[in-house]
């Protein structure tokens, strides 16, 4: 009895030496390569952006009188840079001689353990960014007046007996500190949300691909 094209299919991809169906094995071996270099690509330009981002505000920060935002910026964004390219060790070391499908679920594994990574680095960076964000603008200068000095200078007009802590308002700094703690907790959720609006095609790309490949493992 002739074998079913799921039976050849399943064959074609798991044995990269099977002659059973070598145009589906080709196809599928261009399929995973094609979306992985995609990502490569991606990556890689994400990362140099973020570089020559972080460069460029760090200098404009300076020129407009917010050097702590841009400090604060530059050396968070120079971590996230540092971590993900040593991860990207290992996304050049996947053997493309692999099958198809061992080939692509590599990828997949070394994907989830970037993912994780940055999960958890996501609840330090975003609290950052805020931080780094306030201290900004907290001393910018308008009008000849450093913002958070005019800022604190009305409050005591209004409010003589608020508690002060290094000239700040008590409640200001509670309110920065609440904010950063909320940022933690769900920066890993953040994070999500970021990689797919980066990378969401190309991922959805990826589990269809895998779907198909292990509907047809089991067939």
């Known amino acids: 009895m002739e074998k079913s094209i799921e039976s050849i299919w399943k064959q074609g991809f798991i044995n990269s030496d099977a002659l059973v ?8 071996n ?12 991606m990556f890689r330009i994400n990362l140099n952006a973020i570089v020559a981002g972080s460069i460029l505000f760090l200098g404009i920060s300076f020129v407009i009188g ?45 994907m989830k353990q970037q993912v994780s990574v940055n999960r958890i680095m996501a609840r330090f960076y975003y609290p950052l960014f805020f931080l780094s ?11 000849g007046k450093q913002l958070g000095e005019a800022i604190t200078n009305k409050l005591i007009l209004n409010y ?26 769900f920066g890993g959720k953040l994070y999500q949300w970021d990689l797919k609006v980066v990378y969401g095609g190309v991922l959805r790309k990826l589990d269809e691909i895998i779907a198909d490949m292990e509907e047809l493992r089991n067939t």
């Open 21 to 28: 169906a070598p145009k589906l094995n080709k196809l599928y």
């Open 30 to 41: 261009q399929k995973s390569i094609h979306i992985i270099d995609k990502f490569k690509r």
């Open 66 to 110: 917010i050097p702590y935002m841009g400090i604060g910026f530059f050396l968070t964004l120079s971590i996230i840079v540092i971590v993900n390219r040593r991860l990207s060790r290992g996304l050049n070391k996947i053997d493309k001689s692999e099958s198809s499908y061992q080939y692509i679920k590599a990828f997949d594994n070394w």
């Open 133 to 143: 964000g306030v201290l900004g603008f907290w001393q910018y200068h308008f009008n």
């Open 160 to 185: 003589p007996g608020i508690d002060l802590i290094f000239g700040v308002p008590l409640f200001i700094i509670l309110g920065v500190i609440l904010m950063m703690v909320m940022l933690s907790y």
